[in-house]
């Protein structure tokens, strides 16, 4: 049986519906990540299990405990606030025994559990300061620390890193991690950084106005991503879209038209959709790490940025536009994972895999996916330049090769 | 106010150049206290090891005889208590009412917010010796609608009169300020409960305390600096107090609400020994800077 | 905002009986002042908690007839240009004294600081000779000097703290765009001092519109009395006429209520910087 | 010229001062008058502040007593006997009993424009319907009291408005002087007598052991120390009371607020007591000239002219007061209660001046704490004594 | 001759000395990036260039003036703070124009300086709304319009994306490298973060401790970092240094005892290094993406995270353990571009190539960095299994290839 257990939960304030029938089942142990675009109610779902807002109608029960109208102490559940909420006149000590201290538990019984915590985070020589004293990292250990005393059931996080530098978040990022495994507990973590979400989550929630629109692990979201949003949401720089037009379908292979393309692009259908009718809008997707050097498309670098161990390529080319990219100018986003001295202006040839494509229908839903234990053939400009029939999934094998000096296929 | 230390040991030019050209701006401000504020002062601390008239040019210096006079004088002391008593009430009063109406408009209540907290604040802006004459009718015996109050309710009130019974006089002295600035010191405590996170109370809640506990536990100890603020401020008006008793009650009946401010004018014009009341002033002024002193440390320390 | 569970409501009920109580309370003497305003001298010794029986203007017609709208008027124009005076001054003060790292000005503001907590009561004999000395007696060119001396160390430690906490960065950005040191504090530093500014001068404002001593003592003339020495005055003009005394309160407290009633949203806000 | 003067708020003095200005104006042309009024409370203050000052009013009122001699003392006041002795100066027409009020040494420091009195004033009507007849002694009064509570114990036959501490003390004044006598209190008024005799005679707590019989007789009303003397007078005036001690500028007022078919009486006298019981309550009031004022003659030559026979006239018509150019007080058109103030005056034996007024500022203000003290039974007459006496004592001595 | 000249400047607070002697030379239209850690002295110098802080000894000039003691509106500079910094009651427009305001030039000027530089920006359309209206984002763009529309000689920057969140700041990142391609001013930026760094510089200055450690283009500090800070300052996760003994040295090549290793390792040494004495101490680095699958080093999974383009690892093993990384346990990061399932506990085989470790003295100076042109061979455990002499340079490539599968040379 499930560990917590949200059924059909709505919010609604007063006329605005901030979430919207949630259902969701979290096993004991799990570390869930709620993610979605601001103001899609990941925060109100949380404060929702934690009993800091009334819900309008569902059910949620931790354990064998429904808990829907219980109060806050009384769920056995603990939160971790964006902002720390640490009570700024105690010293950390009393922040992280206050809990106990309300529940009457004797002195030394708190003691331990602070101590204990206080070891587990690495704060045992911050006690005895006040929270101002404290740096960042350290203050929101503090805050981690304040629920880890409670010994809750239910860990909730509410963007706890997003006050933190970047080096700091990538470390706490770690630590938490390893809390997790430590603690073994059952934790629900919402954050808008996606680098949080794919390293940290056993599981990812995508929220998206108040409904959830898919669940799965990080690589099944980041793989087989059910929407045309979900795609659009992970993975920095963001996938590229191409919007274009069904020119036909042979088998469960789509042609499909992309103005600025110079030949129609070929995209083979998952299984479980229908096939679309020939001039049906769809928009085409390619991650930015799936175009590779070589190929038949010639673009013009427009932007370079060279991180050392990657460099990210913003090409630009003739009619060939992407939407609703990250830069405004719809530029095609590359990713190569390794140096390269390219100037702007230069022109390079790229393409890509057809297997590693995505393609969805005019209302955003699935309608290709790559499979990532096909390597498949560099994309050569037009044409069916591929056995027919797209090969069925294989064993998943650790890595696939990349040969990024292939020249056109 | 930390900040001062943050700059100090540059080497100024932006900063510094106002500190030595532009360092002529803050003399408007010196001229005018030093004209009006520290030479009177000074004046009054010279005058008391005088004995004067009021209309007297003749000072003959007495050294420290009118503050002998003043630890001898059984009214000093009364006026003196009287100030401790009006601190002290208005404090449990202005600040302790203050602080519940704060807390009641705060989190307490749904709506009706906006409408309590301007009826409740709008005497703070009647001028005193307005609501003083408004409540000395309302008190009077004969006419006031207080005693017609209490007698319609069956009580007697008392028979020397609200304002003519010694025990009685200082009390409603008080009431009155209380009425006339708990407004005040609630809008005062309302902006600070306002700047206490909401989340505060959230993880309070989480960690089992709401009501009267999350009261105590975080209300309270957030509040800290904001009372410590109302309290002073309460307390130096405390000291300071004059038109009020002034007008309602002349610091009568016989002297039982007389304070220092009163006092020192009823000895001034009144019965013009102007060393005395100078020294009655001098220690008014000596409580008073002390307070003001004490206001400073706790505003840096916060 | 947290949410109440239906066992509050009586809880919540008490709460507003609480908070009602206190507002009648407050209410009250306002209010009878207002209906004693439309008695008759009779009913107010007869009747004194009833309503009045004709709702006549007569007693509003004998008091104004005092002079109020004189005094109302010396009082808008001393309490104006004193406060402006105190803004200027005490800004200007309290500027300097924040941007400069020197110990004399640090000094100089603990001097200030002192000046705070002298009465003007305890100091009221040589400051009446002194002013009078100078000529200031009746006139409201002189006692306004004297009361912005009064509200110039408030003010200034108001503002002092204020300027502390203003965003460096923006006189930085100004003196990069070219400001002068002048240009700086008047055409940025100023113009976002507003929550200071509106509480300084909400404040200054209300002790001086409501200043007694001083006024009583320095101005005499009956053509140049403020609003408080004229209050007091209808005690003495009309001996028992009450009905006048009480229209003559309300004509004088309803304005600065209507102000307040006005302005009181950014007068309660500008509070708020006063706590912190 | 400016000629700035400063007087209390008085009902009429305003309409009179400046019809006044405008003749004595157009007599001296380029003289500008300036009047200023105060309010009564605030006036002694003000008067004293205001002449230490260095642009004080040239002309001023004040009361004849201890405050006045003050300013002569101290300096404060400018001696106009050479001016009052000019041609139509004001020693024309008032006479030196009235002049030496604000005499010192010979000299004149001020000049009596007026006095007043105070009076018992009764209901005759009330007085009428249950038989009752203004009281001789003060036995009677005192069973004039008891018999108004046996009418109705509701009604306050006497309202006592004593919140400002004067009231009383008016009443004690009288009740001094009817029990010891003039002659018997001079040196104790000011603080002549040696130490040991200063205020011990008996007499003076008996004085205050009558107002405690007022009290223990029902006169009063219960909380005469929180009652304002306007709302006293209101009380009478509203036909809640039947009488009421009060001053001879009460009757207008009375007047004014719709009752004026009152009668009065004169201050009863004790059986036993030393004083004459022809003496009357009186206290002068005039004008004195700034020692600081740059122009005194012209200062004093206005005063001349406000006690001058004509202007005297107008005063007493316009403001119904007992003025102290008494020369055409027959051809005033006055009330019928201002005719009997002034045939009454005329004929008291000899005039008794307020406490708070003729004693030093210290003992005034005990005399006037103990009055709240007695009445509020919080002292016994004998400690209220004390405490006079040891003001007296230190003002003597300090 | 350089546009901005800094010659040896010193800002002293007091007796603390925050920059101590500092020389830069900036080109015109260079975009310059300073990074550091905090507390360095970036903003000090940042402060100082502008004038805002009187500077203790030195000179700084623009173009032929000297500027060391003109005021700060006379410099030609221009400066975008932190948190922006906006005039809050002006609006938009009135803040973009106040300097041209002040500088009392005539309206039609202003009001086409700033619509051009609200073109630029894409702000035109909030021109006449007041600051708070605005999101952080636009805020910026106001921020940095301020600037343009002043045309000054130099832009200043002191971390003006900080206060953005991830998304919005690579968005911003593409349009300031578009701006400074537009206007080709002279920019200086302070950064905390390396991504920025990276990707926008011309040349990287890295502070630290008020002293410049390294100025560089951006693939030379991340290739060949002169001192341990520069190299371990670069690059996310950073660099696992490994603490070691000088063994022996033959040649140019260094036999290394590293704690935990199965055997002596060999690294190659720079050429203008002296060779250190066998028995000194050392650091050795080796770059996350540097490790590959398949080597001689045996170690087990800690933490895996995937980012679906690539994967986290973190491996921990025997003694072997990393000094000075961002998990405070000694894991070994290894960075592969592709996805992979691993489970935690699972054991892993790992090597790198000898010619892409990092070596440093014990005073923190370079004695090794990799040689990019040259493909190296898989560290197979112990031995000197390379031929001998490290090979010269060669022509830079555009990428080293990456054979994960390869296994042990
Ligand atoms: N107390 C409230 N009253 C009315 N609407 C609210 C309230 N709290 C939140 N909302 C609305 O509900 C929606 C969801 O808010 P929520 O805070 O859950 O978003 P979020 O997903 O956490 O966003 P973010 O990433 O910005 O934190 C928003 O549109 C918000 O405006
Ligand atoms: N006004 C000042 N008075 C005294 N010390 C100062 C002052 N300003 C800065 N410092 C000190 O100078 C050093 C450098 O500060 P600076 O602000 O330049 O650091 P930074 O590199 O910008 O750091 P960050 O990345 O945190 O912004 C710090 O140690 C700081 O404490
Ligand atoms: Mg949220
Ligand atoms: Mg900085």
Known sequence: MSHLKINRVEKNYGAFHAV?????EVEEGEFVVMVGPSGCGKSTLLRCIAGLEPITSGTITVGDHDITRAEPWDRGVAMVFQNYALYPHMTVRDNMGFALKVAGRPKAEIRAAVDKAAQTLRITEHL?????????????????????????????????????DAALRSQMRVELGRLHNQLGATMIYVTHDQTEAMTMASRIVVLNGGVIEQVGTPLELYNKPESLFVAGFLGSPRMNFFDGRVLESRGRELSVEIPGMPGPVVVPLDDDVPVPQPGAQVRMGVRPEAVTLGGALELSVALVESLGRETLLYLEGGGLRTVDSESAEGFVAVQLPSQHQLRVGEPVKVGWDPASLYLFDDSGRRLATPDPGVPGRVWAGGGWNRPQGRARRGPTRLWRARRPGAGAG | MTDMSRQTGATPTWYGRIAASQSMLVLPALVLCTLFIFIPAFLTIVGSFYAFGLTSERWTPVGLANYVKAGNDPIFWVALKNNLIIVFGSIVMQVGIGTVLAAILDRGIGFGQVFFR?????????????????????????????????????????????????????????????????GFMMVLILAGLQAIPKDLYEAAALDGARGMRAFWSITLPNLRNVLLVAVLITTIGGFKVFDLIFVLTGGGPANATQVLGTYIYLQAFTLTNMGYANAIAVVLLAIAVLLGWLQLKASRQS | MTHFAPRFRIVQALLYGFVGLWSAFVLMPVAWMIFAAFKTRREIFTDPLGLPGQW?????????????????????????????IILLVSGLAAYVIARSRSVWMKLLYLLIVAGFAVPNNAVIVPLYQMVTAADFGNSHFGIVWVYAAYGIPFTTILFFAFFLDFPRELEEAARLDGCRPWAVFFRVVMPL?????????????????????????LLTQPDKKTLPVGILQLQGEFTSDWPAVMAGLSIATLPIILLFLILQRSFVRSLAGLGK | QDIKMWTLETEGLQGFIEQAAAEFEEQHPGVNIIHERFPNEAYKTQIQVALTGSSPPDVFFNWAGEDAARLVRDGLAADITEYGQ?????????????????????????????????????????????????????EGLLQLCQDIRAIDSDIVPWPLGNSERWKLNHIITMLNQRVLGTEATAADYALTAPEDELFTDPGYVEAWQKVVDLMDAGCFQDAPNATSPEASRSMFAAGVSPMIYCGTWCANIFAEEGFDSFEMFRFPSVEGGAGDPGGQFLVPQGYMVSAKSE???????????????EQARAYAEQVGSIVSNAAQIDQVEGTRWFKFFVEDIAQASETVNVLDVLLEASVANAYLDAGVEVLNRTKTPEEAMEMIRAAALEAKNG
Not at chain 4, 102 to 129: L, Q, R
């Open chain 1, 20 to 24: 919207k029938g949630v259902s969701l």
């Open chain 2, 118 to 182: 301007v009826v409740i604040f709008m005497p703070m802006v009647i001028s005193a010796v307005a609501v003083a004459l408004i409540w000395l009718i309302i008190l009077d015996p004969n006419i006031g609608i207080l005693n017609a109050l209490v007698k319609s309710l069956g009580l007697s009130p008392p028979t020397r009169g609200w304002l003519g019974d010694p025990s009685i006089s200082i009390w409603m002295v008080l009431i009155v300020a209380g009425w006339q600035y708990t």
């Open chain 4, 86 to 138: 000019a041609e139509g100066g004001f020693a024309e027409n008032v006479s030196e009993g009235w002049l030496a009020n604000f005499a010192y040494e010979g000299s004149n420091y001020g000049v009596t424009h007026e006095g007043v009195s105070k009076y018992f004033y009764y209901d005759p009507v009330f007085f009428e319907d249950h038989g009752l007849e203004p009281p001789e002694t003060f």
């Open chain 1, 128 to 164: 005895d300061k006040k929270p101002k004293a404290l740096s960042g990292g350290q203050k929101q250990r503090v805050a981690i620390g304040r629920a880890i005393t409670r010994a809750p059931e239910v860990f909730l996080f509410d963007e706890p890193l997003s006050n933190l």
């Open chain 4, 295 to 309: 122009n005194p003659e012209l200062a004093a030559e206005w005063i001349s002219f406000l006690v001058s026979d």
């Open chain 3, 56 to 84: 006549t203007f007569d007693s509003f017609r004998r008091a104004w007839g005092v002079g109020l709208g004189q005094f109302m008027f010396n009082s808008v124009v001393v309490t104006t240009s004193a406060v402006l």
């Open chain 3, 193 to 217: 001092s507003g929550p200071a500014i509106a509480s300084a001068a909400i404040f200054q404002a209300v002790f001086i519109w409501n200043e007694f001593l001083l006024a009583l003592l």
